[in-house]
T-cell receptor, first 113, second 116 residues
């Protein structure tokens, strides 16, 4: 059974810092991996999707990397801002499992002004 | 706006009540999902509907009863719930539920359920 773990569970940083969020998964037979953002009491917003054949994806200040063989992904946030405060979730899709996502527990990020 | 709406946004119910959660998607998708997000557990898939047929039931207790009358609407009927069922219930939709293809799931804002 696929298990997805995110470390740390919570993170508080001052504004302007560069930071890294970690995601690990136990079954490397993934189709792709996706990073989401969730604001308090809200649904999920997709940030980045990395296909299993890719090593990284970038969107603005966000960069996600994938090392499928070691079962790890990182989300790098450059020059963090208070508006980045949210919970960040990673999720994986397995081959031949339909469109089902397996989520990690999330990292709750607080960026202080 | 994600194109997926959920009502109500907040619900408080007693253990003997019967209530329903509603999800509606305006994206022309054929697959819809119910997820449960508890405070101490990762987001968990509950049910998947594809073309109005249930294709996944992730060992969910029978006190949760889903209904998909058409491809745009999804309901979750609740009865005799327990306090541990208190959680954020999220609905999502995607183009379809095909294996091996990328179909982005679009999420609604969720219903915050409290069972007293």
């Amino acid at each position: 059974k696929q298990e997805v773990t995110q470390i740390p569970a919570a993170l508080s940083v001052p504004e302007g810092e560069n930071l890294v969020l970690n995601c690990s998964f136990t079954d490397s037979a993934i189709y792709n991996l996706q990073w989401f953002r969730q604001d308090p009491g809200k649904g999920l917003t997709s940030l980045l999707l990395i296909q299993s054949s890719q090593r990284e994806q970038t969107s603005g200040r966000l960069n996600a990397s994938l090392d499928k063989s070691s079962g790890r992904s990182t989300l790098y946030i450059a020059a963090s801002q208070p508006g980045d405060s949210a919970t960040y979730l990673c999720a994986v899709r397995l081959y031949n499992a339909g469109n089902m996502l397996t989520f990690g527990g999330g990292t709750r990020l607080m960026v202080k002004p | 706006e994600t194109g997926v709406t959920q009502t109500p946004r907040h619900l408080v119910m007693g253990m003997t009540n019967k209530k329903s959660l509603k999800c509606e998607q305006h994206l022309g998708h054929n697959a819809m999902y119910w997820y449960k997000q508890s405070a101490k557990k990762p987001l968990e898939l509950m049910f998947v509907y594809s073309l109005e047929e249930r294709v996944e039931n992730n060992s969910v207790p029978s006190r949760f009863s889903p209904e998909c009358p058409n491809s745009s609407h999804l309901f979750l009927h609740l009865h005799t719930l327990q306090p541990e069922d208190s959680a954020l219930y999220l609905c999502a939709s995607s183009q379809d539920h095909a294996s091996g293809r990328y179909n982005e799931q679009f999420f609604g804002p969720g219903t915050r359920l409290t069972v007293l």
